[in-house]
Antibody, heavy 121, light 109 residues
């Protein structure tokens, strides 16, 4: 069974940075696109970013464009989300979600359990 | 949210309930729709892909359909464990990104 384990969440002050990681296992990581999806407390799901299987294509939600960077290391089976200039409205559970195939428009077929990011002074 | 869902729905065990999702020509109108179930305190799980295909292991009580710029998820023979939040999603060609509905909270009375 596909396994996705997020880490790196925590409490951070507004304006600071944080890097999330997602360790993938039990599938060939380099064959699938990968996404970050977030969910603010008590709210719905919001897609954040996607990266294609080889990292050549990335897309971002307008709400994070220019502040967040998605990347991957296929040799380490790990997905990352570098978050800069954090704002209170970035407070959310951040889920790593696997794309069902290699290109950026692949739907999410497996999700991790999430890592909580709280932006507060 | 770019996709529109009713915030809540309710029904009694054994009944059929339909959850709708409305979008536009740049998302549902030209791309597949996907449905996710999120049980309380858990991560979302894929139920329906490519608008009407049930994921392996999902009971055939769950079905999806799409027409024009709208889609729907139907659950028949409702069971107590179906009480959850349900989200629709689609790729949006104008935004070059994924869009979700706001979610529908299903209560099994």
């Amino acid at each position: 069974q596909v396994q996705l384990v997020e880490s790196g969440g925590g409490v951070v002050q507004p304006g600071r940075s944080l890097r999330l990681s997602c360790a993938a296992s039990r599938f060939i990581f380099s064959t699938n696109a990968m996404n970050w999806v977030r969910q603010a407390p008590g709210e719905g799901l919001e897609w954040v970013a996607v990266i294609s299987k080889d990292g050549s294509n990335t897309y971002y939600a307008d709400s994070v464009k220019g502040r967040f960077t998605i990347s991957r290391d296929n040799s380490k089976n790990t997905l990352y989300l570098q978050m800069n200039g954090l704002r209170a409205e970035d407070t959310a559970m951040y889920y790593c979600a696997r794309g069902a195939h290699g290109n950026s428009a692949a739907y999410f077929d497996y999700w991790g359990q999430g890592t909580l990011v709280t932006v507060s002074s | 949210s770019v996709l529109t869902q009713s915030p809540s729905a309710s029904a009694t065990p054994g009944q059929r309930v339909t959850i709708s999702c409305s979008g536009s020509s740049s998302n549902i109108g030209t791309n597949y729709v996907f449905w996710y179930q999120q049980l309380p305190g858990a991560a979302p799980k894929l139920l329906i892909y490519n608008s009407d295909r049930r994921r392996s292991g999902v009971p055939d009580r769950f079905s999806g359909s799409k027409s024009g710029t709208s889609a729907s998820l139907a659950i028949s023979g409702l069971r107590s464990e179906d009480g959850a939040d349900y989200y629709c999603a689609a790729w949006d060609d104008s935004l070059s990104g994924w869009v979700f509905g706001g979610g529908t909270k299903l209560t099994v009375l």
